[in-house]
């Protein structure tokens, strides 16, 4: 039995453009380019042809992968939640780390949207699996590489 994958509304958007892009734009381009490679004759040695094989392999598996995700996510949206300003999937929260003073804020996302330098954090990250549930004020420990930190929930919104 599988499990729905979660994703927040913003991220299904996301995924189900890059699909169609795949389907309307990059599948189109590299079918040319095969039936182009094609045309040049002796495909043994030609390398057009090896290399747009090789990009139709990985947008049809992206594709595959895509198409799977999405028929098998659950779409959550924080905003028609009842949760008491604490911190849950899809959340935004602002924190303090106590020892730097510097603030950071991340979106509690699906792994599949997941991107650090969007600050999108997966829901099984050690920092988002330390804030599910904390309301703004608290103060969490989170265990990441370099060892254990203090952070301050500074703010949580729901967008």
């Excluded at 040695?45 to 990985?58: C, P």
């Excluded at 911190?87 to 650090?116: C, H, M, N, P, R």
């Amino acid at each position: 039995m599988s499990t729905a994958l979660p994703l927040t509304v913003s991220g299904a958007k996301r995924l189900n453009e890059e699909l169609a892009r795949l389907k309307s734009v990059e599948r189109p381009a590299v079918i040319e380019a095969i039936a182009e490679a094609r045309a040049q004759g002796d495909l043994s040695e030609n390398a057009e042809y090896d290399a747009a094989r090789e990009r139709q392999g990985f947008i049809e598996a992206r594709i595959k992968e895509l198409e799977g995700a999405l028929s098998n996510s659950q779409i959550i949206d924080p905003t028609t939640l009842d949760v008491d300003d604490r911190v849950v999937f899809g959340a935004t929260v602002k924190l303090e780390d106590l020892e730097s003073g510097d603030t950071v804020q991340y979106q509690i996302v699906g792994d599949l949207e997941a991107d650090i330098k969007q600050n999108l954090i997966s829901i099984s990250s050690p920092v988002a699996r330390g804030l599910i549930g904390k309301s703004e004020g608290d103060v969490v420990l989170i265990r990441v590489p370099s060892g254990e930190r203090e952070f301050e929930i500074l703010e949580v919104s729901y967008v």
